[in-house]
């Protein structure tokens, strides 16, 4: 029977198999890459039919985790000169440093690790992504980024880049499209010794950063005259991880924002603000995805005759009802908000289509919130939250979901409301009368419901990677 199915759909059941729709090449974990590879070795030892279709996809995505005991370092490469076809497949590579004791940290294990990277690199030059962590970028390391024609993604994380004053990055002659810089300690350098050469970067399309890195760039943005990211459609600045004191980082976001005037795409992590200062109008026409606290929702005001945001999530509170500067464009929103907004808020994107709201009482002020204040939000989603969130008829996913201020409280809630399974049907009857599109919901209990043929049923989510 296999032999009467095309080889190209075999192929795209052995992708699905491999990535459960996802491709995720960049996780480092051992549980997914473990997973990964458990699910096609099976398929390659089938028959040769199946291993000359599925074998290529197992050496797709390759991992290596150096250790100076035990490395498996060997073992990729070992399999790739016994058979030189197996180059060709690679299309992406994740480097790790783990050392196993705190002896392996010195220079010289570091110093090891760094060449086994370039021997596996030696061995597949035609791959399109790179992610190194914890990795020491030696000069020969150096040289193979800057001068693979084929490198589009490179991922630099919490790795020594000026060690010993070796060298700073210039990808200037590249042909990377999506850049990821990000450490754990805001004290360690810049790995751009001119922010000119970050910005000489004209095909960047996507560009990852700490907070630390952000503001450095920023900063030397102010000093000096740098062309503009015509190019850039995606930027994230994200919290450095592993580091004490991580929270509530402030960076200067609107000079950057001037420099890239085309981007579509702006995700500003949870915990990272804005320098109150550095807030000003800024029309951004082409947004269509914004994830950004209140006050930056607020003074990106896009022009109602050109672009329109579809993806809105607004970090922290809102202070401010701000939906109505999007009229009728957003599709999916999601806002940490007191339920005696959520009405007016909606109100003005009647065209949504998934709606994640994170609720707290109406006493929104206070700073001691108790458990008599946390009682309301169930209870208004009990009683009013189907007949305020009726004018969305085109809504197929909803969430609603506690603040983190009243995530302590969810037990005790749960208990004094008896919040049941055979009571939250009686919440998704009202939903389903009054959302006709209506899919998917969670409710403060976290539990999800999906709506099959035979109605509303609990689907467990799963477990963590």
């Known amino acids: 029977m296999s032999d009467h199915v095309p080889p190209e759909l075999w192929r795209q059941i052995f992708i699905i198999l491999r990535d459960e729709g996802d491709d995720h090449w960049q996780d480092l974990s051992k549980s997914s890459q473990h997973q990964r590879r458990s699910t096609l070795v099976p398929i390659v030892l089938t028959r040769r039919y199946f291993r000359e279709i599925a074998e290529p996809l197992l050496y797709e995505h390759i991992v290596l985790y150096l250790q100076k005991k035990g490395s498996r370092l060997g073992t990729v490469v070992d399999a790739l000169q016994a058979k030189e076809e197996r180059r060709k497949w690679v299309k992406t590579a994740v480097a790790t440093w783990r050392p196993t004791s705190r002896k392996d940290g010195d220079d010289e294990s570091r110093n090891e690790c760094s060449i086994l990277v370039e021997t596996a690199l030696a061995f597949i030059p035609g791959i399109q992504g790179l992610r190194l962590f914890r990795t020491l970028l030696s000069n020969e390391v150096y040289q193979w980024i800057v001068t693979n024609p084929n490198l589009r993604t490179l991922i630099l994380q919490r790795c020594d880049f000026t060690q ?10 590249s042909n990377i499209k999506a850049l ?5 300690s805001p004290f360690l350098r810049f790995p751009f010794g001119e922010v000119s050469k970050l910005f000489a970067l004209q095909g960047l399309t996507e560009l ?10 920023t900063t030397l943005l102010r000093a000096f005259p740098t062309p503009k990211l015509h190019g850039l459609r995606k930027l994230t600045i994200q919290l450095p991880s592993g580091s004490p004191g991580t929270r509530d980082k402030a960076v200067h976001l609107f000079d950057f924002l001037a420099h890239s005037p085309n981007l579509t795409h702006l995700l500003v992590q949870a915990g990272v603000t804005v320098h109150a200062e550095d807030i ?9 995805v914004l994830q950004a606290p209140s006050e930056v929702v607020v003074a990106l005001r896009p022009d109602p005759n050109a672009g329109c945001i579809e993806t809105l999530t607004v970090n922290g509170p809102l202070k401010e009802m701000t939906a ?4 009728g464009t957003i599709r999916h929103l999601s806002l940490d908000i007191g339920i ?18 994170r609720l707290r009482p109406e006493e929104r002020a206070t700073n001691l919130v108790t458990l008599s204040h946390a009682v309301a939000v169930p209870i208004w989603v009990q009683t009013k939250a189907a007949q305020e969130l009726a004018s969305l008829s085109h809504l197929k996913r909803l969430s609603l979901q506690l603040c983190t201020e009243l995530s302590e409280h969810r037990a005790a809630l749960g208990i004094i409301l008896q919040n049941t399974e055979k009571r939250e049907r009686k919440v998704l009857a009202k939903f389903e009368r009054t959302l006709p599109a209506l899919r998917e919901v969670r409710l403060t209990s976290e539990r999800r419901w999906r709506i099959f043929n035979e109605g509303w049923e609990v689907v467990a989510d799963p477990p963590p990677m």
Request: net charge negative; charged share 25%.
């Open 208 to 217: 990852t950063v700490t907070a630390p890195f952000f503001d450095h760039i």
């Open 280 to 288: 000003s109008i800024c029309t951004m026409d082409a947004l269509k």
């Open 164 to 173: 010993k004053g070796r060298h700073k990055i210039d990808l200037a002659k």
């Open 340 to 357: 005696d907004m959520v009405s007016a808020s909606v109100l003005e994107c009647p065209e949504l289509l998934s709606l994640d709201l």
């Open 324 to 327: 109505y500067l999007f009229k």
């Open 180 to 184: 990821t810089l990000t450490q754990s």
